[in-house]
């Protein structure tokens, strides 16, 4: 059924060369030194069944080498997905800062970015609830940029010295290690319910955002005040945005859950198919500027990382764009040993004194030192800059340069080279901010409100969007056996909003909180919900099942396919076994997979073709009415044409009410049916399209989140 087969089959095959060895012209295997091995497969010994010996050189090498192939994990963020693309500013920037790579349009920067989760160790599950990392390294033509982001706008906590205490907090319990990759669990929130500035982040941990459908989907955010600099040396203080052109959208728990099960690397799959496939991700980068002579015209403190700036207030102003467009060749080489570091800033890209920023600039080279092991991991290739690199840092661990001439400053000896820059303007200099005080172990007044953000993020979503959120406290606070840390929490939502609270904790067995007042607070911001997001509206790279079976229309099939294909969604035909299906013609038409090897939630829509008399033996198989019975459930779009609108109506028992209207084409909730017969009319799949576009449809009976 399928035409692609071939094209993927030579996919494939490319995939399979790239598997060779570096030396493309081939050669015999050797060892680290180059001398020609025979043989691999029996380590040398005293006769055909005695010990094994010790002047077995290859041998040694091969396993002492493999016994070092690991090097330390990320303490966090260990789990990632990387690849490389470019940048390419809109306009110049000129007037806020001086920053190379944010001053011609024409110039593309090249660009390193790896995703992340947090909590769980390099091979937990990718559709875990977790904050997601969003880094991306800047190889700018003055040195490499690292914007070291989230896809949360707000952290955990205000000051970087509480970071070990959050982290702790948050990753598997000490005594069994558990849990893996979730926060459903008594540490953090014993954290959470005494740390009250955790409550804003945890929030969006509760929100659909911490369980994104796709890294091509989601937001990144710099989270910290930043300040640009411009030529003459003026401030501006600067938030950064990364926004998705797909859109932000999410899964539902439920679906996030089995799918851990089912597709344990579902968001690097998806990354790394998508840039396989030409599809290549986008982001549009935007800025909140605001002028230093504003800096306290806020009701919060520009350098708490615990705040947003809402968006209503001071909009973001789009600077440019990311592409994304070539996978790494090997994992370990560029995506494992890639280095971030928040203090890797360019000329005209300066710090605020966020505490928490300041800490994380003494972390991050901390952090490469132990896992990169010294200080020559900037040598690395994915993590050298392009720009010249011209120093007087000698040897160490794993030094590559063969440095030769002085190694001092000032020399005469070496033609006093490297020399300073001068005062062109070329060097990196620090913003000249006037600081004076006494010396202190206080948080600032200013750092102090920790509810009413939270407050604005509950009051800005969709009516959805807040059952979602109840639902994922009733379950992580559900999962905590200590009692007391159940109802400290909800004492603190409390503080929030009084409806939340209540919510909350009538799902949890814990007392209602007496005189639960409605929310003090009152304000919103449209722009943080996910029904603000959308994207464009295209359906590029959703994966759409077609559900076939012996007897079906396979000119119907192949219509809508390639219809849906025409607007870039990617289409697969699944049935009860791998190989072919009887068509109604009597042909025999290829299937893509096989139904027990897949699932609903590996899909983002579900299609039913018909047959041109009686409903395809599909209804028969349980595989593929169970993934019918999921996608419904978890709120995605449903089509069917001719006789498949008989096979919907097993739906009827999750709730489903087929229209009784006399329309030839109906979309009811996502569910889009056209019972004539023969290939699907035009307006079925328009009304298909948009609701895949759509994405999920959260008021249809009863969507499990
Ligand atoms: Fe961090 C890694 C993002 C606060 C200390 N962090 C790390 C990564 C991301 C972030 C995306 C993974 C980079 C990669 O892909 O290699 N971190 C954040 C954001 C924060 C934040 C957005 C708050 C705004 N981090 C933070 C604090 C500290 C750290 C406050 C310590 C004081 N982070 C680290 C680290 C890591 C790291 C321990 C682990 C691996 C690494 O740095 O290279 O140094």
Known sequence: MSDETADTG?????????????????????????????????SLA??????????????????????????????????????????????????FTRAAFLQDPTVRTPVFVRFSTVQGPRGSADTVRDVRGFATKFYTSEGNYDLVGNNFPVFFIQDGIKFPDFVHA????????????????????????LQPETLHAIMWLMSDRAIPRSYRMMQGFGVHTFRFVNAEGRGTFVKFHWKPKLGVHSLVWDEAQECQGRNPD????????????????????????????????????????????????????PIGRMVLDRNPENFFAETEQVAFHTANVVPGIDFTNDPLLQARNFSYLDTQLIRLGGPNFTQIPVNRPLAPVRTNQRDGYHQSAVHKGTNYFPNSLGGGCPAHAGVDGQAYTHYAERVDGAKIRKRSESFKDHYSQVALFWNSMADWEKQHIVAAFRFELGKVEARTVR?????????????????????????????????????????????SLRGDGSIRTRQIAVLVADGVDAEQVTSVREALAAEGAIVEALAARDGTVQGSDGEQYMVDRALPTVAS?????????????????????????????????????????????????????????????????????????????????????????????????????????
């Not at 493999?66 to 920037?93: K, L, N, Q, T």
């Open 10 to 42: 030579d996919r494939k095959q490319q995939q399979r060369e790239a598997f060779r060895a570096d030396d493309p012209a081939g050669g015999p295997l050797t060892t680290d030194q180059g001398v020609t091995v025979d043989h691999t497969d029996d």
């Open 170 to 193: 948050v990753k598997p319990e000490p005594h069994n290690d558990i849990p893996t990759g979730a926060s459903a669990h008594d540490t953090l929130w014993d954290f959470v319910s």
């Open 46 to 95: 005293a006769g055909e069944r005695g010990p094994t010996l010790m002047e077995d050189f290859h041998f040694r090498e091969k396993l002492t080498h493999f016994d070092h192939e690991r090097i330390p994990e990320r303490v966090v963020h260990a789990r990632g997905a990387g690849a490389y693309g470019y940048f390419e500013p809109y306009e110049s920037c000129a007037e």
């Open 266 to 317: 579902f968001n690097r799959g998806d990354l790394w198919d998508a840039i396989e496939a030409g599809e290549y991700p986008e982001w549009e980068l935007g800025v909140q500027l605001v002028p230093e002579e504003d800096e306290f015209a806020f009701d919060f403190d520009l350098l708490d990382a615990t705040k947003i700036i809402p968006e209503e207030q001071v909009p973001v102003r």
């Open 487 to 531: 109802a400290r929490t909800v004492e603190q939502l409390t503080k929030v909003d009084g409806e939340l609270a209540a919510e909350v904790a009538r799902g949890i067995g814990v007392p209602e909180p007496d005189g639960t007042a409605p929310g003090t607070y009152k304000s919103a911001s449209p722009a943080l919900s996910l029904e």
């Open 601 to 705: 939630v590996l899909y983002d829509a579900v299609l039913l073709p018909g047959g041109p008399t009686d409903t395809p033996s599909t209804a028969g198989d349980q595989d593929a009415m169970r993934l019918l019975r999921d996608a419904y459930r978890h709120g995605k779009p449903v089509g069917a044409i001719g006789s498949g609108v008989g096979i919907v109506s097993a739906l009827e028992p999750e709730g489903l009410r087929l229209s009784t209207e006399f329309h030839t084409v109906v979309a009811d909730h996502g569910v889009v049916t056209d019972t004539s017969p023969g290939a699907a009319s035009e307006e079925f799949l328009r009304a298909f399209v948009g609701a895949i576009a759509e994405h999920r449809f959260w008021q249809r009976p009863p969507v499990r989140c």
